[in-house]
């Protein structure tokens, strides 16, 4: 996993915020946040009566309105300040990545010849050809060769990483570079569309939009502050008829310190914050909304190869049955990859050469290769004379075989579970209508997984395990990683269904995955996070990337959006419960004179009705900054039980937004009452 964690501020980005927090006072950004543009209208309306008083006979008052304006257009610019902080992480992250996606040439292959032309007039299709030392020149898949990448300019990793043609490591990403060797590629994007212009667009927080979630919390404060603005209104008759003075900036000043102006100011940076700290893991959301939707994941749905796996799976041996030898079984096996450019076809002839094992390549020179395809789980070739030559699943060999009137060997079920039982994956190799032996083929599971699924669990999430290989083979990999459960010898579809059968159930459905048999059940779950290794399709069908290729990684995901959700609704309780100490300040101020029965609510005992509306509203000021480090943070996750989580946030931000602003409220005025 990288460890190039960027810090949450810099000289730079707080600059450029402050910066930003003026540029964003104009009226048409701030109506995007209706709570704020409120606030601003307010400052706008007192800072009038300030300059020219005599249009609103408030001369005497001058002082007064002047010290409401500042504190007005401070409590913007920390809102402002906030959002703008928030952004200018993401705008960080995204020059970083504008540095890496440069002018590039391309060796551009036409009508059989290479031709050197500009990045830029390479078009989706375009084969080009990236030697040692090269850059890549746009997103595409390797279709011919095998090379080292570095690709430390996305990823942060300097270990550089092995891309081939054939099985789910053939991607590539524009702006890496080849390290060694030669590959051939084939372009998968058009300019402006590669994965670093989508990177450098989702990651720049300006350009973000707002998700579900925070649109219904929007809706919200939005409605809650048009109710306090019609309070507001109506008090001004009601102190008429009571022969009370009510000053504008005064019913401005209550109306600022009602409406929820905490959240309301903290609620942009919550979630680019939010989506900014899932970069910070190397993960690329392609949403908001796919962060919140992982807050409250309650399956996760995991292929085996490489995600729980390394999935490197190689041959390690092969074993003989119905009576036939090693040389036979391994002959036809080569025979059978001759053409398989797979990983594993090639570890089959590897092997060949370890055992000093020999086979009548001649055989396959004009043999037309058969792809392996989820359906079938098989592949291999069909030879010049007519003879057919398989390798795949033991159980669709044995119907391959069977549908051609041949038989099966009385060992070969044995030896297939025998190996199945060790944690490998035995592949059938057969001639027409015999089958000669199977091919042992390694696999390993990452270190720390069960550990991982241990987190998942504590944090009620259901884990389920799909892989193509048989029941007793997936059995085994299950224990040993941990998997609350499984599904074996899995096609496509199968992933589809079990995701539409929790969906069903009500639940929200996380996958994992990095192959392009992967990539329908990535876009039908919920939150799809793919991995930077994996195809083309795997990426695109997904709503997340996780660039160092750790399917692991969904655990921090998943923790970042219980903690998206969680900051959103501890700091919304806060704001809310802080209004119950305003009302304590600023009403008694408002009436104690004509009604002096209303001193009985002064339970603050703050020094004058003027010191008491001034403190507040400089508490409700100050509190906006105080808590950007949370609100960019995000409020720290511990997995436990809903009940547990909602009774400990009740107490911590309901309690304390409502004695942090009567203690807050009381200094203020203590310091606020010397000078006025």
């Known amino acids: 996993m990288s460890t190039n964690r960027r810090p949450m ?47 609103f ?20 610019l920390f809102a402002n300040f906030a959002e703008a902080l928030a952004e200018g992480r993401g705008k960080a992250q995204a020059d970083s990545l504008k540095k890496s996606k440069k002018e590039m040439t391309a060796n551009k292959l036409a009508l059989g010849s290479v031709k050197v032309v500009s990045s830029t007039e390479l078009r989706k299709g375009d084969i080009v050809i990236v030697s040692q030392g090269e850059m ?18 996305i990823t942060g990793e300097s270990a550089p990483v092995i891309k081939e043609a054939g099985g789910d490591f053939s991607s590539v990403t524009g702006g890496t570079r080849v390290v060694s060797d030669q590959i051939k590629v084939r372009i998968s994007s058009d300019p402006g569309e590669s994965f670093i212009d989508r990177m450098i667009s989702l990651v720049e927080g300006a350009k973000r939009q707002k998700t579900p979630n925070e649109l219904a919390l929007n809706t919200l404060l939005t409605s809650l502050t048009l109710i306090f603005l019609i309070v507001v209104v109506t008090l001004a008759p009601i102190a008429k008829y009571l022969n009370i003075v009510l000053d504008v900036p005064v019913l ?90 797979t990983p594993e076809g090639r570890s089959v002839l590897e092997l060949m050469k370890k055992q000093n094992l020999s086979f009548q390549e001649s055989l396959a020179s004009g043999a037309e290769f058969i792809e392996f395809k989820a359906e079938t789980r098989m592949s291999g070739v069909d030879l010049e004379g007519g003879r057919k030559v398989r390798k795949g699943a033991v159980d669709a060999v044995k119907k391959w075989v069977s549908a051609q009137g041949g038989s ?68 085994t990999i299950a224990r040993e990683a941990g998997v609350d459960d499984f599904i074996a010898e899995s096609k496509p579809e199968d992933k589809i269904a079990v995701i539409r059968r929790e969906q069903a159930e009500g639940k929200l459905v996380a996958m994992t995955g990095d192959g392009t048999n992967d990539a329908p059940a990535l876009a039908q ?38 903690q998206l959700l969680m900051t959103r609704g501890a700091l919304t309780t806060f704001s809310i419960a802080n209004d119950i100490a305003k009302y304590f300040a600023i009403i008694p101020a408002m009436f104690t004179l004509a009604i002096p029965q209303m001193n009985a609510l002064n339970v603050m005992h703050l020094g004058s009705p003027m010191s008491a509306i001034l403190s507040a509203l400089i508490f409700n000021a100050v509190i906006i900054p105080l808590l950007i480090p949370l609100a960019m943070k995000g409020v720290k996750y511990k997995p436990m039980s809903a009940s547990k989580l909602l009774s400990r946030n009740l107490f911590v931000y309901g309690l304390g937004g409502v004695v942090v602003p009567f203690i807050g409220i009381k200094l203020i005025d203590m310091i606020v009452h010397l000078w006025v």
Not at 295 to 302: A, E, F, K, Q, R
Request: aromatic share 4%.
């Open 9 to 55: 501020l810099s000289s730079s980005i707080v600059q450029g915020a402050v910066k930003d927090s003026f540029i964003k006072l104009n009226p048409i950004t701030m109506l995007k946040n209706p709570v704020m543009f409120v606030v601003e209208v307010g400052t706008l309306v007192v800072l009038l009566m300030t300059v020219f008083p005599s249009y």
């Open 57 to 76: 006979g408030t001369g005497h008052n001058v002082g007064f309105n002047l010290t409401v304006f500042v504190i007005l257009l401070f409590t913007v």
């Open 136 to 153: 890549i020149p746009g997103d595409g898949e390797v279709i011919e060769g095998l090379a080292s990448v570095d690709e430390s300019a």
């Open 252 to 341: 401005i000043a209550l109306l600022v310190c009602l409406i929820p102006t905490t959240i309301g100011g903290l609620l942009s940076a919550i979630g680019i914050a939010g989506m900014d700290r899932v970069t910070q893991f190397n993960v690329l959301a392609m949403s908001g909304k796919a962060v919140e939707a992982a807050g409250d994941i309650n399956t996760m749905i995991l292929d085996k190869t490489g995600t729980i796996t390394f999935g490197n799976r190689m041959a390690g041996e092969f074993i003989p049955v119905g009576g036939e030898s090693v040389e036979t079984v391994a002959e036809w096996s080569a025979i059978s990859s001759v053409k398989d450019e």
């Open 408 to 475: 099966i060997p009385g060992d070969l079920d044995d030896k297939g579970n025998a190996v199945a039982s060790e944690g490998g994956t035995p592949l059938a190799v057969a001639v027409d209508n015999r089958i000669f032996g199977l091919i042992y083929l390694k696999d390993t599971v990452k270190p720390g997984m069960r550990e991982r699924f241990d987190q998942l669990r504590k944090m009620g999430i259901k884990t389920i395990m799909c892989t193509g290989d048989n029941p007793l083979t997936a059995a």
């Open 525 to 562: 779950a919920d939150v799809g996070l793919a991995m930077n290794s994996g195809t083309v399709a795997a990426k695109e069908a997904a709503n997340m990337v996780d660039l160092d290729s750790d399917p692991s990684k969904i655990i921090e995901v998943v923790s970042i959006g219980k």
